[in-house]
């Protein structure tokens, strides 16, 4: 039982294009969602994340758009770039996060 | 890595032998975790620590085990290894930033069980 749904598995997107990777969660006792970028042979590493007291999160060229009420919340990134070209994965926990559920993963191709 | 290291990076073990892969971390987080990554689950939670011999299970505890007798090092234990528990496996940190716990991973074991 999946609680944490990604969408889609594998994306290839232009550079300077728009990279938008889609998570859906069941258990409305999270209220953290994290998204982690991880690189082939290395530790997923911390990207953004966002609380559910807000709609939209920006830092630099990542948005996160969180849905309470769709229980979705997704990654925007903005003028993707082949250095972006990476698995991403979206998360969602309490509030210790010691039962954090991660998607699926989603591998993002950005073409130069 | 946020100070996180994993020994070792890579091992390959028969099945039925007993395997232990350590964490270490150098900035005396309270909480620590053991995960494992498998294609098409994401990560999954194995066991956690919020303090010296304080531990809990996760999401997919079954045939692992844990200690933690300093803040520092967090071990993961595989009594019996199998086939089914070839994965590279993750430990984590977590840091309070505001009002967030943040997770922050290590480098990662590669386990690899013939």
């Known amino acids: 039982q999946q609680q944490v749904k990604q969408s889609p598995q594998s994306l290839i997107v232009q550079k300077g294009g728009i990279s938008i990777i889609n998570c859906a969660y069941e258990?409305?006792?999270?209220?953290?969602f994290p998204w982690y970028q991880q690189f082939p042979g290395k530790g997923p590493a911390l990207l953004i994340a966002?609380?559910?007291?807000?709609s939209e999160k920006k830092e630099g060229r990542f948005t996160i758009s969180f849905n309470k009420s769709a229980k979705q919340f997704s990654l925007h990134i903005m003028d993707s770039q082949p250095g972006d070209s990476a698995t991403y994965f979206c998360?969602?926990?309490?509030?210790?996060?010691?039962?954090?559920?991660f998607g699926a993963g989603t591998r993002l191709t950005v073409k130069p | 890595d946020a100070g996180i290291t994993q020994s070792p990076r890579h091992k390959v073990t028969e099945t039925g032998t007993p395997v232990t892969l350590r964490c270490h971390q150098t900035e005396n987080h309270r909480y620590m975790y053991w995960y494992r990554q498998d294609p098409g689950h994401g990560l999954r939670l194995i066991h956690y620590s919020y303090g010296v011999k304080d531990t809990d299970k996760g999401e997919v505890s079954d045939g692992y085990s844990v200690s933690r007798s300093k803040t520092e090092d967090f071990l993961l234990t595989l009594e019996s290894a199998t086939s089914s528990q070839t994965s590279v496996y993750f430990c984590?940190?977590?840091?309070?930033?505001?009002?967030?716990?943040?997770?922050?991973f290590g480098p990662g074991t590669r386990l690899t069980v013939l």
């Open positions: 998360a969602a926990g309490g509030y210790n996060n010691n039962d954090m559920r």
């Open positions: 966002i609380r559910p007291d807000v």
């Open positions: 258990n409305t006792a999270f209220d953290y």
């Open positions: 984590a940190i977590s840091v309070t930033s505001g009002s967030l716990h943040e997770q922050f």
